[in-house]
């Protein structure tokens, strides 16, 4: 199978499915694209607008479109010569519907259930209340006001009972119906009824997952299903006797409750999730559970569809979510290359600055983001550091020590949000402290603390230590010890032979069963805590400049040298060569057009402090009792900056995930109507304000033209930097997206289409003077996807990636390197400080003559002025003519 040219990311629901997917095939293959890269599209959540709720992994998604539509997509798909990667979720699934047979079954069975070891539940949790039980935290208000209320009520119906609370329907228990039953055989004289009640509690019932007691349980179940209702059919007084009960109990929370109490599930106010919950979610979010895909059989399971298409060619190639997740994604890693060797596999690995993908993992690299930071940050003048800091806290009064709003904000989410995971890792804690006289005396409280500190503290997402092989790399050393001597200067109070003892758990110095599982749990938990302490609760506090804030990015480093750059691209050609790289994903807060505005802000720091200042002060009587706060009112002025023009429905849904996810003043749990109303009516008031949008559409008409010679470069460089390059849909026009839901609006494809058509016999002059349209993106776009087509072993492992000096006063403003004998690539940087001013600057371009894919120049090798390969349009693309 081919490691893709170009992807093209495309998000699936049911207002764009299969068939519309296949409408842009050609349009798609004209662009110069190898491969569609599709958001999950096995079966989902209803009305699901990404795809990573899956329900059920044995068949795709009938909303978007079911097994026929998917099936002309893929012949469509292969008329056109293009491939296909699919995103796969093997971390979770959605719980939120009955949909999903196997969490059902669970709730319905418990650990006699055929799939009660499918999920991560801790049957033998902290809490004794929660013992051989799955807690659903789904009530509105606490379980005995609900029930006193009425508001979970027994329903029967061909053979099956079923609680149902508002949109939530739980099964009841088999064994939990003989009382019910023979109540209802009594009344009816039917000593049928009286034999299936019977029957029902008597169901085998046993903690195996699998084995002949669990497979006749199942089956008897179903027989007596079965019975029960062709008795009702035949018998009106049997089904009149059940209903009556029916009505009965449901009139009686006390018979309501009692029923309840029989089950495998307790029903919870769903704030009780924030300490007691009994399974492991994706993040903090209740209704995706996380699974065992270490087991073999799940993993078989849950990859049933998406392995066969692999094998029969339909699916080139993964993009795996989430890996960090998983218990040994090592393990995962290999056995998925084992069940399609030779399939491209990339996953959404977040790599700190610094951090590079574990070595054991027999995958192409990762998503992109660790690109997407790096040329993101090598847009950012460095030397506008002091001065936007200093006025950012003069103006806002927030601090600029990243660091330290890190660690704050990771205890914020650790006692917010992960008290019930904490809860249960440290119980395991305490367990194996109790096997050891050193470490007994401590209590569960010195324990939690501790195990709070050190996860805050934790400079990674995670490590991949494997207990059970024994295996610690040097980096797992390095990021635990790290992590440790962090939480020794934060809390002096923990005792230090205390933190070493956990150091010598995680690093396998000390073995045994439940050390291992420590360290395997772990492991498992720093990852959410770090990603929504960071991803989605520091980056909407820390708003020095927003260009800088995305995911797997450092906003505390402010800039990348091009030195540095040139290092990190040679890297990855030397080891991660077939790596996916990006510059937009369905997951970036803001997209790569946007950024590269934002970006500018940097070059121009004095007048960007005196024009937000003017906006304040005009706008200050538009606020409500203050507010909003000068730090969200810091960021609303950077996005007004980066996306503008932008109306003001999409700003209000924005500011409003903003300051929610913020977690400052109001919450998705907590939210604070008073002061997202006064955000609200700020908004509003300043996007009416005939003054302020006037200065503001000043502020930003110069920095369009900049921002899109940022956004050129991006581009450029993208396409042709080692790895394989993926194109957000629509970003091959200029795209002024914000965070999720803005950045998944529909596509216009008949502009796009339109606008490739005219291509075709455009110049370069002709290409910008439709800049607005976005023109000059999509020729970039077009022209550096042919290239790698005609000459893809440039850009292959085997390729070479060179870097090229420029020479003179404005040596720094550019970017070029070749790309073996063939390719070269100029693009400039810091456009504003530039002004268009090369002076004498020039770059020495390898012997030979080469053809400008952009202009149609034909230059000479050697040394050329920079103010001349760059004067007909604002980027190069050389290709060696052949002599």
């Given at each position: 199978m081919p490691v893709p040219l170009a992807t093209y990311r495309v998000q699936m629901h049911a207002e764009f499915g299969f068939e519309a997917a296949a409408a842009i095939a050609d349009y798609l293959s004209a662009l110069g694209v190898s491969h569609l890269y599709a958001s999950p599209y096995l079966q989902a959540n209803q009305g699901s607008t990404h795809g990573y709720d899956i329900l059920d992994h044995s068949r795709v998604s009938e909303e978007i479109g079911g097994a026929d539509a998917h099936a002309k997509l893929c012949e469509t798909l292969g008329r056109n010569?293009?491939?296909?990667?699919?995103?796969?979720?093997?971390?979770?699934?959605?719980?939120?519907?009955?949909?999903?047979?196997?969490?059902?079954?669970?709730?319905?069975?418990?650990?006699?259930?055929?799939?009660?070891?499918?999920?991560?539940?801790?049957?033998?949790?902290?809490?004794?209340?929660?013992?051989?039980?799955?807690?659903?935290?789904?009530?509105?208000?606490?379980?005995?006001?609900?029930?006193?209320?009425?508001?979970?009520?027994?329903?029967?119906?061909?053979?099956?009972?079923?609680?149902?609370?508002?949109?939530?329907?739980?099964?009841?228990?088999?064994?939990?119906?003989?009382?019910?039953?023979?109540?209802?055989?009594?009344?009816?004289?039917?000593?049928?009824?009286?034999?299936?009640?019977?029957?029902?509690?008597?169901?085998?019932?046993?903690?195996?997952?699998?084995?002949?007691?669990?497979?006749?349980?199942?089956?008897?179940?179903?027989?007596?299903?079965?019975?029960?209702?062709?008795?009702?059919?035949?018998?009106?007084?049997?089904?009149?006797?059940?209903?009556?009960?029916?009505?009965?109990?449901?009139?009686?929370?006390?018979?309501?409750?009692?029923?309840?109490?029989?089950?495998?599930?307790?029903?919870?106010?769903?704030?009780?999730?924030?300490?007691?919950?009994?399974?492991?979610?994706?993040?903090?979010?209740?209704?995706?559970?996380?699974?065992?895909?270490?087991?073999?059989?799940?993993?078989?399971?849950?990859?049933?569809?998406?392995?066969?298409?692999?094998?029969?060619?339909?699916?080139?190639?993964?993009?795996?979510?989430?890996?960090?997740?998983?218990?040994?994604?090592?393990?995962?890693?290999?056995?998925?290359?084992?069940?399609?060797?030779?399939?491209?596999?990339?996953?959404?690995?977040?790599?700190?600055?610094?951090?590079?993908?574990?070595?054991?993992?027999?995958?192409?690299?990762?998503?992109?983001?660790?690109?997407?930071?790096?040329?993101?940050?090598?847009?950012?003048?460095?030397?506008?550091?002091?001065?936007?800091s200093e006025f950012y806290t003069r103006f806002t009064g927030v601090s600029t020590d990243y660091l330290r709003m890190v660690h704050q904000k990771k205890h914020y989410v650790l006692k917010k949000l992960f008290g019930s995971d904490i809860n249960r890792l440290t119980f395991l804690l305490a367990k194996v402290c109790e096997r050891q006289k050193r470490y007994r005396d401590y209590s569960r409280r010195e324990l939690n603390a501790m195990l709070r500190e050190v996860i805050a503290c934790f400079p990674v997402y995670r490590t991949y230590v494997r207990a059970e092989a024994g295996q610690v790399s040097d980096r797992d050393t390095l990021y635990v010890t790290q992590a440790i001597e962090s939480a020794k200067r934060h809390r002096p109070d923990i005792d230090e032979d205390l933190l070493d003892f956990l150091r010598d758990l995680l690093l396998l110095r000390v073995r045994g069963t439940l050390e291992s599982e420590l360290v395997m749990r772990f492991q498992q938990h720093t990852g959410p805590v770090m990603a929504k302490g960071i991803e989605d609760t520091v980056f909407y506090n820390y708003n020095r400049l927003v260009a800088l804030n995305e995911v797997g990015g450092d906003p505390g480093r402010f800039g990348l040298s091009l030195d540095q750059f040139h290092a990190d691209c040679l890297e990855t050609q030397k080891r991660w060569s077939q790596s996916m790289i990006a510059t937009t994903t369905h997951d970036t807060k803001r997209s790569e057009d946007v950024r590269a505005r934002i970006s500018l802000l940097a070059e121009i720091p004095d007048r960007w402090a005196e024009t937000v200042e003017r906006w304040a002060a005009h706008n200050e009587s538009s606020k409500t009792g203050g507010y909003p706060d000068r730090n969200i009112e810091y960021l609303l002025y950077q996005t007004l900056v980066g996306a503008w023009p932008i109306d003001t429905a999409r700003t209000l849904e924005y500011v409003q995930k903003v300051a929610r996810e913020a977690k400052a003043y109001t919450s998705w749990t907590d939210p604070d109507r008073d002061y997202e109303a006064a955000l609200r009516s700020f908004v509003v008031a300043l996007l009416a304000n005939p003054e302020f949008v006037a200065d503001l559409t000043g502020f930003v008409t110069p920095l369009i033209e900049p921002g899109r010679i940022n956004s050129l470069a991006q581009v450029l460089i993208k396409l042709t930097a080692p790895g394989v390059p993926d194109i957000y849909q629509g970003n091959e026009l200029w795209d002024l997206s914000l965070v999720d839901p803005d950045n998944r609006r529909p596509v216009d494809y008949v502009v796009r289409r339109r606008l490739l058509d005219a291509l075709r016999t455009a110049t370069a002059e002709e290409v910008l003077a439709r800049s607005d349209e976005g023109l000059p993106k999509m020729w970039v776009t077009k022209q550096a996807l042919g290239v790698r087509k005609r000459r893809p072993a440039l850009f292959g492992p085997n390729g070479e990636y060179r870097p090229i000096r420029a020479a003179g006063a404005r040596a720094d403003h550019v970017v070029a390197y070749s790309r073996g004998p063939g390719c070269v690539v100029v693009a400039p940087r810091l456009p504003l400080r530039l002004d268009g001013r090369w002076e004498e600057t020039s770059l020495p371009l390898p012997d030979g003559e080469w053809y400008n894919e952009l202009t149609a120049d034909v230059v000479s090798g050697g040394v050329t002025p920079l103010k001349t390969l760059l004067k007909r349009f604002p980027v190069a693309l050389l290709t060696r003519l052949d002599r």
């Open positions: 010569n293009l491939g296909q990667i699919l995103d796969v979720v093997p971390n979770h699934m959605s719980i939120s519907s009955r949909d999903n047979v196997w969490w059902w079954d669970v709730l319905e069975n418990g650990q006699s259930s055929l799939y009660a070891q499918y999920f991560d539940v801790d049957w033998q949790p902290p809490e004794q209340k929660l013992h051989d039980t799955v807690l659903l935290p789904i009530l509105g208000d606490h379980y005995g006001r609900i029930v006193d209320a009425g508001e979970i009520q027994l329903q029967y119906h061909n053979g099956s009972f079923t609680f149902h609370y508002h949109d939530h329907v739980m099964p009841v228990a088999p064994r939990s119906l003989n009382e019910l039953l023979e109540r209802a055989a009594r009344r009816s004289d039917s000593p049928d009824l009286a034999f299936i009640a019977d029957s029902f509690g008597n169901l085998p019932h046993s903690t195996a997952t699998d084995g002949p007691s669990v497979t006749r349980r199942h089956r008897d179940k179903e027989v007596l299903r079965r019975q029960l209702a062709r008795l009702c059919a035949e018998n009106p007084a049997i089904a009149s006797a059940i209903d009556n009960l029916v009505e009965e109990t449901n009139v009686s929370p006390n018979e309501i409750d009692l029923l309840l109490d029989r089950q495998n599930y307790r029903l919870a106010y769903w704030r009780s999730a924030g300490q007691e919950l009994d399974y492991r979610r994706f993040f903090d979010i209740n209704t995706l559970v996380s699974m065992k895909v270490e087991d073999e059989r799940v993993f078989s399971d849950m990859h049933v569809l998406v392995l066969k298409w692999v094998r029969q060619g339909v699916l080139d190639g993964l993009r795996v979510d989430h890996p960090d997740g998983l218990r040994d994604p090592a393990q995962y890693f290999q056995r998925l290359t084992q069940a399609v060797p030779h399939g491209w596999i990339v996953v959404e690995k977040i790599l700190e600055p610094g951090e590079t993908l574990p070595e054991d993992w027999p995958v192409a690299g990762t998503t992109g983001y660790d690109f997407l930071n790096r040329l993101g940050s090598l847009l950012v003048d460095q030397e506008g550091e002091r001065p936007i």
